[in-house]
């Protein structure tokens, strides 16, 4: 199995190039973005060293599913999905925060919580909550998006100070954040699955506000199953969860949060592939077929390939 670390293409017309964290984004003539999703991984804002087998195609095909199925509540940004990892779009002004929407005390807030904290983005939590338990109704705790390191959280009304988004886009991006959360945790719901926290990201173009990025996939979203969360709760078990968050964990164990000083621990090849199959595992899981693995011998040619014919028709 052969992992996409980084793209190298040179496109007709390509105006620019963007690396992230984890996509390869390629503009075509400032109108149309082609984003490649890599297998690179990132946790506590840092890119790790090895990339995961299958996670950019695990990634794209979530999130172009669950793009598809909400595109009545908001309109979204794809135009083409021309491969496997890789999805063509309109050019959006990005807004500047992300849009977290949490409807369990589980990951981030969970440790802000057992820091004593019981405020988050200004947003009051009660007491005597334990790890993984429901919020008494989902909670919407926004961080700037930073170009470079760490996002940081920000209180609805800090944001509204620092001039970032209006609050007449602000409104809609909360309404937008709610239908979503909403919707996505239906559909997980009908494959056993509760959908814990997630995130979204907005951009505009000509006035009108669109939905950008990917959606509802493991690295946006926590899940746990729905089948014995209300028992492991009770017990005070650790839930069984597909996620990002078991890297975390695996990370935070090996002494490394993305702090200054810390190295980040060998990602031998027997936890490269185990990572591999969680993500593949919640691919089946969420979309409930059977996950088809792409060609991995010459992944770079057949996206390429695939890009250029895409392009010739829009």
Same mark, same amino acid.
């Given at each position: ?24 984004? @390629? !503009?075509?003539? =400032? ?7 890599? &297998? ?27 793009? /598809? ?13 021309? $491969? ?11 807004f /500047? ?8 005390? #589980?990951?981030? #807030? ?13 947003? #009051?939590?009660?007491?005597?909550? *334990?790890?993984n &338990? ?32 209006s609050?007449?886009? @602000?409104? *809609? ?7 979503l ?6 559909? #997980?719901?009908? %494959? ?7 995130? @979204?990201?907005?951009?505009?173009? $000509? ?9 509802? !996939?493991? &690295?946006? %979203?926590?899940?746990?199953y729905? =089948?014995? @969360? ?5 017990? $005070? =078990? ?5 996620? /990002? ?28 592939? %185990? ?7 919640l691919?089946?899981?969420?979309v ?8 991995? =011998?010459?992944? %770079? !040619? ?6 250029l ?6």
């Amino acid at each position: 199995m052969k992992a996409l670390k980084e793209t190298h293409f040179s496109f007709p017309n390509q105006s620019n190039f963007y690396k992230g964290k984890v996509r390869d984004v @390629y !503009t075509i003539k =400032e109108a149309v973005m082609v984003m490649v999703v890599s &297998d690179r991984i990132s946790a506590f804002d840092v890119v790790l060293p090895e990339a995961i087998p299958f996670k950019g195609q695990v990634l794209n095909q979530i999130a172009a599913k669950f793009l /598809k199925a909400t595109e009545d509540l908001v309109p979204n940004w794809v135009l083409n999905v021309c $491969d496997p990892m890789v999805t063509i779009g309109r050019i959006c002004e990005p807004f /500047k925060v992300e849009m977290v929407i949490r409807g369990y005390l #589980a990951g981030h #807030a969970w440790r802000e919580y057992q820091a004593g904290k019981r405020s988050i983005c200004g947003v #009051a939590l009660p007491n005597g909550l *334990k790890e993984n &338990d429901k919020l008494p109704e989902p909670i919407i705790t926004p961080t700037t998006k930073a170009s470079v390191g760490h996002d940081e959280d920000i209180s609805r009304e800090d944001l509204l100070a620092t001039g970032i988004v209006s609050i007449i886009d @602000y409104n *809609k991006l909360e309404t937008f954040t709610h239908a979503l959360y909403k919707r996505g945790t239906e559909i #997980a719901a009908k %494959s056993g699955l509760i959908l814990v926290d997630t995130k @979204y990201e907005f951009g505009k173009a $000509d006035g009108t506000i669109y939905l950008i990025d990917e959606i509802h !996939t493991p &690295d946006s %979203s926590r899940y746990f199953y729905t =089948e014995g @969360y209300e028992e492991r709760q009770r017990i $005070d =078990e650790p839930q069984k969860q597909l996620s /990002k968050e078991f890297v975390r964990k695996w990370l935070i164990e090996n002494n490394f949060q993305g702090k200054d000083g810390q190295t980040v621990p060998v990602m031998t090849e027997e936890v490269v592939n %185990s990572i591999s199959d969680r993500y593949i595992e919640l691919y089946e899981q969420i979309v409930g077929e059977k996950f088809i693995k792409a060609d991995t =011998e010459s992944t %770079s !040619t057949r996206i390429e390939k695939n890009i250029l014919a895409a392009l010739q028709t829009l």
